[in-house]
């Protein structure tokens, strides 16, 4: 039963460089979100997918894009890493259950942009 | 934007002893979560209260919704070791098609021996 799984687990980057941060759930949920998390600032929502083909802006949009490639998978982007993207990114899933929305949370990817 | 703050940020207790954590909002949620993270690890779900004034228990944890539904807290008693980690709480609103999570800042809890 594995849940949320993000890969890579560690990455550095240069600055200008771009990579994709991977994420897939096997619990059949509508709704993913990307986190990022930076000491003594909790999770800040960069994007989140309602369900398969939609995608909204959270709180820290800029500088990511984000792909809801199908049910499963929702990919991460980030086209020309900055080090102020130095944070650890998490994704999550839930269904959408108004008063009962349980977020699963992957185990994080830690990004060093450099 | 809804903001969550939690106080306090970091606390440092011997075991044994009770401590509270708060957590804030000018915002009123649909349900307010407590999640537990453990180093190198996604946060978890502890509890999620649902009405203004409810109060939960599970096991040493005790948690309650203000009665407008814009703060909560998180009591524990005699606590352990094995409670050491990062604490956050979350509201949950409704966009009309997502339930999206509004975490707080987080506090970071160290219980020694």
């Known amino acids: 039963n594995a849940g949320v799984t993000q890969t890579p687990k560690f990455q550095v980057l240069k600055t200008g460089q771009s990579m994709t941060l991977q994420c897939a759930q096997d619990m059949n949920h509508n709704s993913m979100y990307w986190y990022r998390q930076d000491p003594g600032m909790g999770l800040r929502l960069i994007y989140y997918?309602?369900?398969?083909?939609?995608?909204d802006k959270g709180e820290v949009p800029n500088g990511y894009n984000v792909s809801r490639l199908n049910k499963r998978e929702f990919s991460l982007r980030l086209e020309s890493a900055a080090p102020s993207q130095t944070s650890v990114y998490f994704c999550?899933?839930?269904?959408?259950?108004?008063?009962?929305?349980?977020?699963?949370f992957g185990q994080g990817t830690r990004l060093t942009v450099v | 934007t809804q903001l969550l703050e939690q106080s306090p940020q970091f606390l440092s207790i011997q075991e044994g002893e009770n401590l509270t954590v708060y957590c804030n909002s000018s915002s009123v949620f649909s349900s307010l979560q407590w999640y537990r993270q453990e180093p190198g690890e996604g946060p978890v779900l502890l509890v999620t209260?649902?009405?203004?004034?409810e109060v939960k228990k599970l096991k040493r944890l005790t948690f309650q919704f203000g009665d407008a539904r814009k703060d909560s807290s998180l009591h524990i008693t005699a606590a352990q070791p094995g409670d050491t980690g990062l604490y956050l709480c979350?509201?949950?609103?409704?966009?009309?098609?997502?339930?999206?999570?509004?975490f707080g800042t987080g506090t970071r809890l160290q219980v020694t021996l």
């Open positions: 209260v649902v009405t203004g004034g």
């Open positions: 997918s309602a369900s398969e083909g939609t995608t």
């Open positions: 999550a899933s839930s269904d959408r259950v108004l008063g009962n929305t349980e977020a699963f």
């Open positions: 979350a509201g949950e609103w409704d966009t009309g098609t997502a339930s999206k999570l509004t």
